[in-house]
């Protein structure tokens, strides 16, 4: 079975960072993308960022380009998030997902994708 932990999340004051971690296993595709969405108190879930894996090519919202990267370490098949320069509004519950093959602009749809993991929480206060 596809499997994705996520894991990373933590409490940190405004302008700090985090990495978080989705380590994906029990599959076997030559070509996914992973994505990251996030839910904060009150809000619907929102994509955050996504990394194909065929060509590293990575997406990523208007709230968090520039302060956000994405990467992955194909040999222990997990994505990274490294947030920098957080912000309050950056908290929320923040999920990994993945889909069998690649996305593009509509990355940030959640129905595309196939699996999922469970939540990390990332807290930042002011």
């Known amino acids: 079975d596809v499997q994705l932990q996520a894991s990373g999340g933590g409490l940190v004051q405004a302008g700090g960072s985090l990495r978080l971690s989705c380590a994906a296993s029990?599959?076997?595709?030559?070509?996914?993308?992973i994505g990251w969405f996030r839910q904060a108190p009150g809000k619907e879930r929102e994509g955050v960022s996504l990394?194909?894996?065929?060509?590293?090519?990575?997406r990523y919202a208007d709230s968090v380009r520039g302060r956000f990267t994405i990467s992955r370490d194909n040999a222990k098949n997990t994505v990274y998030l490294q947030m920098n320069s957080l912000k309050p509004e950056d908290t929320a519950v923040y999920y990994c997902?993945?889909?069998?093959?690649?996305?593009?602009?509509?990355?940030?749809?959640?129905?595309?994708?196939?699996?999922w993991g469970q939540g990390t929480l990332v807290t930042v206060s002011s």
């Open positions: 990394i194909n894996t065929s060509d590293e090519s990575t």
């Open positions: 029990g599959f076997t595709f030559d070509n996914y993308a």
């Open positions: 997902a993945l889909r069998s093959y690649g996305l593009g602009v509509r990355w940030y749809l959640e129905n595309l994708y196939d699996y």
